[in-house]
Structures are given as C-alpha cells and as structure tokens.
C-alpha cells in the first residue's frame, strides 16, 4: 500500500494497533510522548513525528489512542496538534475511552476548519488488537467513516456506526460499566470464599458451568488467583472511565448505584498506589478490608 498514515499515542492499546496496521501493510508516521514507545516503529521503517501536527502533515488519516479527556483535546487543538497540521477535508479518527461531551465539541471545531473527527472507541485489550479482533464504535459523520473503514477492517471484526462521536463515546463508556461490575463482582466472591475456606479455584470452576460465566471471569479470575496483576488495563484508567460514566449519566438524571461503589474501591486501589497495576487490583482493597493477609 502506498498510503501512509498517521498514529498517535503508543501505550499498552496504541502500539498493539499500530503494529497489526503495519502488518497489514499499511506504513506509519508516528507519535507518542514517550519517545521510546516509538524506537521500535521507527525501526520497521515509520516515519518519526516530531509532534502530532508533524504527523498529520504527512497523512491524510490520523489515529490516535490517549489516555484521558484533556489529553485529547491537547493533541487535537493544541498549537502543534493533529488540526493545526491535517490537509483540508483530512480525518482524524480517535480511538480512546474519553468524555462524550469532549468528542462532540471536537467533531464541530474541525468541520468549522473543513476537516474531520470521528470518534471510535474499542472494546478489548491488546491480545484483540494484535489479532484484529477488537469491537469498534464508530461515530460521526458517514462520508469520512466509509473512507476510513478499510482501516478500522483491519483492527476489528465488526464495526457498528453511529451518527454523532458522543453516542459512540457513551457506548464504549457504557461498555466498560459491565468491566468494572464484572470485576467487582468476581473479587468480592473470591474475598468472601477465601474468608470462608473455599478455593478460589473451586468458584471459578463451577462457575465454569453455569449460565452466569464469562471468558472475562475465567481470565481475570486465574490472574487474581495466581496474584498477577501487570496491566492488561490500569486501575487509573477504569477509574477514569467511571467518572466519565458517572458525570455523563447525571447529566442525563441517571443514578449508578452499583458503579458508584465500584468507584470507590478503585478510588481507593488509586490512594493506595495501585493505579499502575491491572484493574483486578482491587480485590486487594477488599482483602484489606477483610483483614486478610496476601495468599
């Protein structure tokens, strides 16, 4: 393929996406605050952006994967941001979890200057990324969504559309309630059988059988058994993502009773300098409080 595109942000979910574009034959020009991120990209041939204006100069599609709302909007519009360098009627497609009010604005900012911004957030770790597995929401407008779509093809199985960034940015936040609750739910089980005598290897095997299992229970509950808590996703950013789910719904008069006390467990893995750790850490919260010892 001869046309190259843009990539920026390469953490954990960025470069797994990044590499399986490449594989796929597209070629890079990227960038990523933390430079070493790039080494490897660079290497294989991507050209290096000294900022994410020099990265759209040279694309005409621009990714990007961020970790936060403000972030976002700095490598969107800041002086040396993706808008300050993208051609006229270029694209710049996030890919982030982030505030759904913060992808609309963004949407009008670039068409006001004659280009475009869609919003499509992923669900699934970087293992489906790698693989093109990922489920995408893409939302915006539908002429510069079917000129990306052979792209976004190559990192997902399926694609659902919608009409304006914020029902996808809602939806992937929506999306993530069912993590945090999975999660929460599953380290209060293994806490409370552990208090009790039972195996944590027991629940997850006869949970196993029943109607109520989940690959994601079967995962995340092995790793807590075998106290492997590297980031597949940080406590910090499930933390994020609840806040932003939790100011969106009360702007819609939505109370979030359970997603509430999730908050406040990972509030507190955060406190407790947990954040950089995977979001299964805070069964250790609730073992604390159970005044159980680490197994």
Not at 97 to 113: D, F, I, K, M, Q
Not at 194 to 212: D, H, M, P
Not at 234 to 250: C, G, N, R, T, V
């Amino acid at each position: 393929m001869d046309t190259r595109i843009g990539f920026v942000g390469l953490g954990i979910m960025g470069s797994a996406m990044a590499e399986r574009l490449e594989r796929s034959g597209y070629a890079l020009a990227v960038y990523s605050r933390t430079r070493e991120h790039t080494t490897a990209f660079v290497r294989r041939n991507a050209v290096l952006g000294e900022n994410p204006a020099s990265v759209a100069r040279s694309c005409g599609v621009v990714l990007s994967m961020i970790s936060n709302s403000a972030l976002l909007e700095e490598i969107s519009l800041g002086t040396e941001g993706i808008l300050s360098g993208l051609p006229a009627r270029g694209i710049h497609v996030d890919m982030s979890t982030v505030s759904p009010e913060v992808t609309e604005r963004l949407e009008g900012v670039y068409a006001e200057r004659s280009r475009f911004f869609l919003h499509c957030p992923v669900l699934g770790s970087a293992p489906q990324a790698a693989e093109g597995s990922l489920l995408l929401f893409a939302g915006g407008a539908e002429d510069p969504f079917r000129a990306v779509e052979p792209i976004l093809a190559k990192l997902g199985r399926r694609i659902w559309r919608f009409d304006h960034p914020a029902q996808a940015s809602m939806l992937k936040l929506v999306c993530n309630s069912f993590i945090a609750g999975t999660v929460t739910t599953l380290a209060q089980a293994l806490v409370v059988a552990r208090a009790s005598g039972l195996r944590g290897e027991t629940v997850l095997e006869i949970v196993g059988q029943s109607a109520f299992n989940s690959p994601m229970i079967q995962a995340k509950g092995a790793s807590i058994l075998a106290r492997n808590f590297a980031p597949r996703f940080f406590a910090e950013h499930m933390l994020k993502d609840i806040s932003l789910l939790l100011d969106s719904a009360a702007s819609l008069d939505c109370h979030l009773p359970a997603l509430e006390a999730s908050k406040r467990l990972y509030e507190r893995a955060v406190a407790e300098g947990l954040g950089q750790e995977d979001y299964s850490t805070l069964i250790k919260i609730l073992e604390k409080e159970a005044t159980l010892p680490p197994p």
